[in-house]
């Protein structure tokens, strides 16, 4: 399996704060991986850098064999790598449908077509005019991830998708990336939504205070000491409780 | 030649003492309110004519009414907050807030208006018009004595910012408001108490002005559009970048003012746009993201 | 759903009626607009047309920049001054006289526009608070120029070409081409809104760091929205010109002006195509009548007391604030099916109409 992106060394303060050190992490193409840690472990500061969002103070960021160290977000997404936000950053004065269509720039003929396509994908395309500032949250999500589509984007980040939504909705949004990512996709996955994490991601990745302590399959990482130590005190309740069929062949 | 220079940068400083009070008070209002108070310009000329009646009527010494000017301006601040922007919401609040500010400004100037008429006024004390004979220098006492109210005032703020808990809660506020909420700061209160000082700092400074100018209600547009310059050239939001963009521009102003009277004013406005150019955060603006 | 089904989103959808009624009602305005000058003949009012119809097309060339973009401008008394000084300038090195004048009027739009070039780049790099502050230096810097330069006529100013018409139908061509002006801003500021280049602005004004980050070329977007609209006021600012006559410093660069013409717009609705004109409608009138029968002072203190007044009762303006009234009445009773604009959405929490990819 081929590595389609993947950052070097990545450093990145914000005055005297290490948000990144030395990050080093792989996406292996076709795989739905998992970025984990507690909080203020630099999760959203790797997805600014590899975006362009942010400028990398030193370390190199490269999809597939192409460094994109610091190049404009907009070339970026050209690239094809999407990207969402935490708190989600639609158009809310434009319609849904609008919104699909600013995000259509690269991408003219056809656009209102695609766009459809994908508000229907998503689940939300009887909202096409209305506006978007009226959308509930999850909702919003769903346009996010929608009018990043729109760009036929191989490997997509997203920031927490899980995160503020109800149950049913996360359950969407992991089949939605299911299929997506059966369809060949590639998803680099920021969530605390220990759940969703496991049960959606063939690899996952650990950072602490901005380095990778662990990287591997759900599994073998959940059980890693070093992120038992980072989570200490935080999830660690959580990590262990996630086993929802308990491997029989393991003692209890 | 080298003369008139000197006395040129020296006046400039003194002067920019007193647009330094002025800046500060707008410049600290940016910082907690996040809004632009166009009417501070107006606010000046407000401050100089409560000054121009009370020496007028109780034949008060311009400093000592500052003991009546600056705690009624302070009130008068603290109701504008309240009746005219607390009120706006939303996402286009920065430009409202403007264009409300711009309004309640155009008021204020009618009001002015129609009180005490379009004449030129000057305020007036023995310090006025008489000056010191220092090293060749002439040095007016107003000016000596603005300098020195200024930099008391400045002190004191410094002092209310840096050393009392209620400092502590605008500084947190200027940094992030949802996290001074979050700790409990009651921001309404700031945000009100912030409004009044820095509308009663402009008193002061009106006071100054209004000795060393002639002005009419229509002062406050010249006035404003220093002010602005000048704070945005400081950095939105930064009080040192006030005081050091203030002596800077008008002394910058004052020295041009030697050679090409009618050009010195558009200097002011060039080296703002030049330098925003280069640095379009002002000399010590915070790096901020744009938009929104 | 077809794409057929989903009809693209236009202005005319937003105010919730038939399309054929909102034409309907455009042909009358504009025929009422046509006839007025033969309705009300008597040049007071007819003068009150001419500078209303000016004032339609300022707001309206403030509003598809500053409206949609959300970069609001207190500058644009610049491109008017400047478009009214370089048709006096002109006028007067080249020797034209007579009816001769109006030929000129393009070079006030060119004008307009070249100024706008500059005057984009240094301003539009900046944040909005940034922006607003140095429109206002460079009106400062304009006036000034205006005194100063002996070429601008300094405080005297300028003075247009004498026209020989009878007294008595003076006014009118100026209606009919103020008229034009205010027809041709609006139906720009429509062509704009129902644009790609419209929807980019207004993404801008939403969020324009993630706009670039999908594609968006903000720079080039804004700039050109910016030339628009400082060609249309230039224009403008050189019919006024002709009207009155004359030009000087605080006339042609007025500090109230763009406080006047954001306020038409605020009123009226910002970021719509009728707002600015309403607004427009409603206050210049109002303004001309105050300045004529009251001191000039108390037109101050009313103008900024509307402005406060329609911020803080109407803070999106009449015509959206108008428009979900009328909608809001009309959909009382109704299933909470999402398909218009605000209210019926906002009804649903979830995507309860989640729809299953068929693929």
Redesign the interface.
């Known amino acids: 399996m081929s590595v389609l992106l993947r950052t070097e060394g990545v450093h990145k303060s914000y005055g005297g704060v290490r948000a990144l050190d030395t990050c080093t992490i792989e996406v292996d193409e076709g795989t739905v991986t998992g970025l984990i840690g507690p909080n203020g472990s630099g999760k959203t500061t790797l997805f600014n850098v590899i975006t362009g969002y942010a400028k990398a103070d030193a370390g190199e960021v490269y999809l597939a064999d192409r460094r994109i160290t610091n190049i404009a977000p907009d070339k970026v997404f050209a690239l094809g790598i999407g990207r969402t936000f935490q708190l989600t950053r639609i158009f809310p004065s434009l319609t849904v449908m609008e919104n699909m269509l600013v995000a259509s720039q690269h991408h003219r003929a056809g656009a209102r077509k695609r766009a459809i396509e994908q508000l229907e994908f998503v689940g939300i395309a009887g909202y096409h005019a209305s506006l978007a500032g009226t959308l509930s949250y999850g909702q919003r999500k769903l346009l996010e991830l929608a009018y990043i589509l729109v760009a036929d984007p191989a490997i997509i980040l997203l920031d927490e998708p899980a995160g503020g939504v109800n149950l049913s909705l996360v359950n969407h949004i992991a089949a939605r990336i299911r299929e997506l990512n059966a369809a060949g996709k590639t998803f680099l996955i920021v969530e605390h939504n220990m759940e969703f994490v496991m049960g959606l991601c063939h690899q996952v990745t650990v950072l602490d205070s901005g380095t990778v302590v662990a990287a591997g399959p759900p599994d073998i990482v959940r059980t890693d000491r070093r992120v038992l130590d980072a989570y200490l005190g935080e999830d660690i309740e959580d990590i262990e409780d996630t086993d929802e069929d308990p491997d029989p062949s393991e003692g209890t | 030649m080298a003369r008139e220079i000197y006395q040129a940068i020296v006046d400039g400083i003194l002067v920019g003492g007193v647009y330094a009070l002025m800046a500060v008070g707008l410049t600290l209002i940016f910082g907690v309110l996040d809004i632009i108070n166009i009417a501070q310009g107006v606010m000046v000329i407000l401050g100089a004519y409560l000054s121009y009646e009370l020496a007028a009527r109780l034949n008060l010494d311009l400093f000592l009414g500052l003991l009546i000017t600056v705690p009624a301006m302070f009130v008068i601040g603290v109701v504008i907050e309240l009746a005219f922007i607390r009120p706006l919401r939303g996402r286009e609040r920065t430009s409202m807030t403007l264009l409300v500010s711009y309004a309640v400004a155009l008021i204020i100037e009618g009001i002015l208006y129609q009180t005490f008429g379009a004449d030129d006024r000057q305020l007036n004390a023995w310090y006025v018009t008489s000056s010191v004979h220092v090293f060749g220098f002439y040095l007016p006492y107003i000016y000596l004595f603005g300098f020195a109210l200024a930099l008391v005032l400045v002190m004191a703020l410094y002092g209310l910012l840096y050393r009392t808990g209620f400092g502590r809660s605008v500084r947190a506020t200027m940094q992030d408001e949802t996290a001074a909420r979050l700790v409990g700061i009651n921001i309404s209160r700031v945000a009100a108490i912030t409004f009044g000082i820095g509308v009663a700092v402009t008193a002061a400074g009106g006071m100054v002005y209004g000795a060393t100018n002639s002005f009419n209600p229509n002062s406050g547009y010249d006035l404003i559009s220093r002010l602005l310059a000048i704070i945005i050239l400081g950095g939105l939001g930064s009080i040192g970048g006030a005081l050091v963009a203030s002596v800077f521009m008008i002394t910058l102003e004052s020295v041009v003012d030697i050679w090409q009277p009618e050009w010195a004013i558009v200097v002011f406005y060039a080296a703002l746009v030049i330098v925003l150019l280069i640095r379009p955060t002002g000399f010590f603006g915070r790096k901020a993201v744009r938009a929104q | ?3 057929d089904q ?4 236009n202005v005319l ?1 937003r105010f919730g009626g038939l399309t054929g009624l909102r034409l309907g009602g455009v042909v009358v305005l504009l025929a009422g607009a046509l006839a007025f000058p033969v309705l009300f003949p008597n040049p007071v009012i007819t003068n009150y047309g001419v500078f209303a119809l000016i004032f339609v097309a300022v707001a309206s060339a403030w509003n598809f920049f500053s409206g949609f973009s ?1 970069y ?1 401008s ?1 500058g644009n008394a610049v491109f008017f001054g400047s478009g009214a000084y370089a048709l006096g300038i002109a006028a007067r090195d080249w020797h034209v006289t007579g009816t001769g004048v109006f030929a000129l009027l393009p070079l006030s739009a060119a004008v307009g526009a070249l100024i706008a070039v500059p005057f984009g780049l ?1 301003a539009l ?6 922006f ?3 429109t ?3 009106f ?2 304009f006036q ?2 205006a ?2 330069f002996s070429f601008t006529g300094g405080t005297t100013g300028l003075d247009a070409p004498f026209l020989p018409w009878a007294a008595q139908t003076y006014n009118n061509p100026f209606y009919y081409i103020a008229l034009g002006c205010a027809v041709g801003a609006i139906a720009l500021s429509w062509l704009i809104r129902r644009s ?1 280049f419209g ?2 602005l ?15 070329r903000a720079m080039r977007v804004k700039l050109s929205a910016f030339v628009l609209s400082g060609a249309v006021t230039g224009l403008v600012g050189g019919v006024w010109f002709l009207y009155l006559t004359q030009v000087q410093p605080p006339s042609g660069f007025d ?2 002006f763009d ?1 006047s013409v ?2 038409m717009a ?1 009123l009226g609705g910002v ?1 719509t195509v009728s707002g600015p004109v309403l607004g427009a409608l409603i206050i210049e009138p109002g303004q001309l009548y105050l300045t004529a029968n009251t ?1 000039g ?5 009313l ?3 509307l ?2 007044v329609a ?2 009762l109407v ?1 999106r303006g009449i015509i959206p604030t108008g428009g979900e009234y009328i909608r809001r009445l009309t959909t009382r009773g109704r299933a909470a099916i ?9 009804q ?4 309860a ?5 068929q ?1």
């Not at chain 3, 790099?125 to 940034?130: I, M, N």
């Not at chain 3, 999402?338 to 906002?346: D, H």
């Not at chain 3, 649903?348 to 995507?351: E, G, L, M, S």
Request: charged share 20%.
């Open positions: 759903m077809s794409e989903i009809a693209s989103p959808s959300g609001i207190l240094i790099r900046v944040r909005r608070h940034t607003i502050v140095i206002i230096a460079v400062f810097i000034l120029m005194y100063n790609r929807l980019q207004r993404a801008i004004r939403d969020d324009e760091d993630r706009a670039r980050g999908l594609g968006v500090p109230l406080l954001v306020l605020f970021g001191n002072y108390i037109s101050e203190i103008l900024g007391s402005f406060l911020v803080l803070p999402p398909v218009t604009s605000q209210g019926a959405a906002a649903v929490a979830d995507p109409p989640v729809q299953e990819a693929r």
